[in-house]
């Protein structure tokens, strides 16, 4: 059997520093830290990243390439209701797998002007997908909104996926977050469209309701 060549280094560090900054929040995640858990010395860590900075950004890097392949809405067709609970899912997901980024979103922008141009254009990114789905869904007369409600709806379908987690850890700091958290809150961003939809789609909706509203 041929043995998988091993990882290098570099990726090491950076898969190993997005798992302890996810676990403990970036600020408390040190370069020595990084270090320990990958049993290397600090000189080789910064043979590789000089400074946790870089190592910040080149996962961000990262974070960018995976979020902005989720955030296209359907070219060749009219796009439908399921479209957009598709586009919720796959937006939390990868805000799971990126979620210190979130959690600790205002640190990391208030000293970090490139982060915080990028996390930017990304928010305008996801307005702007989750709106053309909406119009889609106007197109295909399976909701019914004016332009102004479905930008608003767009705004708001984006302030509660980025600030989902944070509410989850409120709610109960105790608590572990896990992957039912993530699909209560697509449901509740999906939930913010229901009263714009009709026909099909609202049916749709409602039987999605039963495996989230208990009585």
């Given amino acids: 059997m041929e043995r998988k060549p091993k990882r290098r280094t570099r990726e090491r560090i950076l898969e190993t520093s997005l798992v302890l900054f996810n676990e403990f929040g970036e600020p408390n995640v040190t370069t020595q830290l990084i270090?320990?858990?990958?049993?290397?010395?600090?000189?080789n860590l910064y043979y590789h990243f000089r400074?946790?900075?870089e190592i910040i950004e080149t996962v961000f890097a990262d974070f960018v390439r995976d979020i902005d392949a989720t955030l296209g809405a359907p070219e060749l067709r009219?796009?439908?209701?399921?479209?957009?609970w598709l586009f919720l899912h796959l937006l939390f997901e990868n805000i799971w797998r990126y979620r210190f980024l979130y959690r600790d979103l205002n640190e990391l922008l208030s000293r970090n002007r490139m982060l915080e141009m990028q996390f930017k254009r990304i928010m305008a990114h996801k307005v702007k997908t989750a709106a053309l789905i909406c119009d889609g869904l106007v197109a295909a007369d399976s909701m019914r909104a004016s332009k102004a409600e479905i930008q608003t709806l767009a705004v708001?379908?984006?302030?509660?996926?980025?600030?989902?987690?944070?509410?989850?850890?409120?709610?109960?700091?105790?608590?572990?977050?896990?992957?039912?958290?993530l699909g209560r809150g697509a449901y509740q961003a999906m939930a913010l469209v229901a009263p714009y939809m009709s026909g099909d789609s609202r049916a749709w909706f409602q039987e999605l309701s039963k495996a989230y509203l208990t009585s």
Avoid: C, H, Q
């Avoid at 708001?156 to 958290?181: C, K, P, Q």
């Fill in 35 to 43: 270090s320990d858990e990958l049993g290397i010395s600090p000189g």
């Fill in 51 to 53: 400074s946790k900075d």
């Fill in 78 to 84: 009219i796009p439908d209701v399921e479209d957009l």
């Fill in 156 to 181: 708001n379908m984006v302030v509660l996926a980025t600030y989902w987690l944070s509410f989850e850890f409120v709610r109960d700091a105790r608590r572990t977050i896990d992957g039912e958290a």
